[in-house]
């Protein structure tokens, strides 16, 4: 059973931007993006917590912003002045109690199956 589906990467230059979705099944109490690069460890990039304010990672603070349409079950990410360091798999996740630090991967149950971003020129 697909709880989680993501789509919305793709190829975009230097600069550009990107609005990724996440359709979800069920309400949860927390949810985030996460990414991957090849090499690198999974990063929370962007985590909410149900009415809470948005939590943003160093990296994407000022130019990525989460948002969540519960009454579609869909989450957004959108990305801005996109960077080629910015290029990864990004994964929605979903967690079933509330979190305080939402960008720990630890606090998730549920996991996306991943779109891929890639920043080049």
């Known amino acids: 059973q697909v709880r989680l589906m993501e789509s919305g990467g793709g190829s975009v230059q230097p600069g550009g931007s990107l609005k990724l979705a996440c359709e979800y099944r069920?309400?949860?109490?927390?949810m985030a993006w996460f990414r991957e690069a090849p090499g690198k460890e999974r990063e929370g990039v962007a985590g909410?917590?149900?009415?809470?304010?948005?939590v943003y990672s160093d990296s994407v603070k000022g130019r990525f912003t989460i948002s969540n349409d519960d009454a579609n079950r869909t989450l957004y990410l959108q990305m801005n002045a996109l960077k080629p360091e910015d290029s990864a798999m990004y994964y929605c996740?979903?967690?079933?109690?509330?979190?305080?630090?939402?960008?720990?991967?630890?606090?998730?149950?549920?996991w996306g199956q991943g779109t891929q971003v890639t920043v080049s020129s």
């Open positions: 996740a979903a967690g079933i109690h509330w979190s305080d630090r939402p960008l720990d991967s630890k606090g998730y149950n549920f």
């Open positions: 069920y309400s949860y109490y927390v």
């Open positions: 909410i917590n149900g009415d809470s304010r948005p």
